[in-house]
């Protein structure tokens, strides 16, 4: 879908209708435009890794390309979603214009704004279906003012008006500096560092961690000793292990051109030993020729698929996108934010307290919600006048990526809130 003048600004989308499986009705389900991290992350991790439809299936990957299983938890059981690769540089997503390349904080939701503007036209069909927003990580901070620029060009008349309802994001990355300074008192609360050697940083630090005074000699020692404790550490999901070699799976995967059915390799590889290898085979997947034409990827449009581009040129020109969830709470929009409680990354404990600085009116306190009547997680909720605006929710024992590490809850967790029903 091109954005932009000139078509220069090409976003390569993912659209699943929702499974019109037992009582769902893709005419009647809410349309969600889902959006991944990074910046540059592509959204078929989302897709293959999380809460898409398909799955990698692995457990009969070991001599040819991964094949594809069903997910019985992917959110496309409930709403029907768009997944784009944003911003332009992620995934398939690509510019003619090497000047069109640069996009921002401030810049980038325009943009989404302009595709789904471009994508109605082209569907009007799913004009009345409620429209939701979602993000996580990064995107997670983009999520809110997206949903915003659609409100405000509800509001201005331009067509087509948007049945927007809300927003949802996951681990958000809304406030860098807030997010990154709670890592230290975070890993404390998780027992991943002493009492003393926390004690020693907040006093020393005088609770600031990431841009401590070059000076303070007492500062920069307890910190140092923090960091010996954290080295190693998979900081996106502290239970899971970290890989010693990424590549290793890349490295040995040479495919032979045969029909499109098999695909054979000329030999086979060891399983991989950790999930950043799960991820590695993913752009063998999505760089392989066949998988390309099926995906209608337009040949020499965009050289090689990477999971995560990291070289995206985006400026970070919003310090935090916490007022605009209070701007949409007060118009009446539903959030929910919702936050794996093993991830240090964007620990929940940081999103709680740019939720607090909000001053919304609590009106659920802090309780367990459950799925299978065990606990999945905690929850909040903030409204006033009988109407509630933005829900929290911890998923117990997950990492940044929620879905990925707790599909069943997260599945459960979404579906009640779309249905506007209590955790
Ligand atoms: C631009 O500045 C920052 C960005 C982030 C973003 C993290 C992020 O999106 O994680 C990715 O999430 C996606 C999921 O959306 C995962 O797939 C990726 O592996 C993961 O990296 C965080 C920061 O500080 C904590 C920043 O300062």
């Not at 992350?41 to 390309?65: H, R, V």
């Not at 087509?160 to 008192?185: A, H, S």
């Not at 997947?285 to 990827?297: G, T």
Request: proline share 6%; with cysteine; aromatic share 14%.
């Amino acid at each position: 879908m091109s954005v932009g003048k000139n078509d220069e600004v090409q976003l390569f989308y993912y659209f699943f209708e929702s499974e019109s499986e037992s009582e769902r009705d893709p005419q009647n389900d809410p349309l969600v435009l889902s959006l991944t991290g990074g910046p540059g992350c592509s959204s078929l991790y989302a897709i293959a890794f999380e809460f898409g439809p398909i799955n990698f299936d692995f457990s009969t990957y070991g001599s040819s390309l991964p094949s594809l299983v069903l997910n019985s938890y992917s959110w496309t059981k409930m709403a029907n979603m768009i997944f784009v690769d944003w911003p332009v540089g992620a995934g398939f997503s690509y510019t003619t214009n090497p000047e069109s390349y640069y996009t921002s904080d401030s810049k980038s939701p325009k943009d989404v704004y302009k595709f789904l503007q471009k994508w109605f036209l082209m569907h009007p069909m799913f004009l009345k279906n409620p429209l939701y927003i979602q993000g996580e990580s990064y995107a997670g901070k983009i999520a809110p003012m997206i949903a915003w620029e659609i409100s405000k060009a509800n509001e201005a008349g331009l067509l087509p008006q948007m049945y927007l309802q809300g927003y949802f994001v996951g681990n958000p990355i809304t406030d860098v500096y807030l997010v990154k300074n709670e890592k230290v008192p975070y890993a404390h609360n998780m027992g991943l560092i002493s009492d003393e050697y926390f004690k020693l940083a907040e006093c020393s630090c005088n609770g600031e961690y990431v841009i401590p005074d070059l000076n303070n000699v007492q500062c920069h020692y307890a910190l140092q000793l923090i960091n010996e404790c954290l080295e190693d550490l998979n900081t996106y999901f502290i239970l899971d292990s970290t890989c010693p070699n990424s590549n290793i799976a890349k490295r040995d995967q040479t495919f032979t051109e045969v029909d499109s059915v098999t695909i054979a390799l000329p030999s086979s590889r060891p399983k991989p030993a950790c999930r950043e290898q799960y991820y590695t085979i993913s752009e063998t997947w999505a760089n392989n020729p066949y998988v390309r034409e099926a995906l209608h990827i337009r040949e020499g449009t965009k050289g090689e698929w990477v999971r995560y581009n990291k070289s995206v040129a985006y400026a970070v020109d919003v310090a935090s996108s916490a007022e605009y969830h209070l701007l949409l709470s007060k118009k009446g929009y539903r959030g929910l934010v919702y936050s794996g409680d093993h991830d240090m990354e964007a620990p929940y404990s940081s999103t709680l307290k740019w939720i607090r600085s909000l001053n919304l009116t609590l009106d659920d306190d802090w309780r367990q919600w459950k799925v299978d009547k065990q606990i999945a997680g905690f929850t909040q909720r903030y409204g006033e006048n009988g109407s509630s605006f933005l829900t929290f929710a911890t998923i117990k024992g997950s990492g940044h990526t929620a879905p990925e590490f707790a599909p069943k809850a997260c599945f459960a967790m979404i579906s009640r809130w779309l249905s506007y029903n209590p955790l």
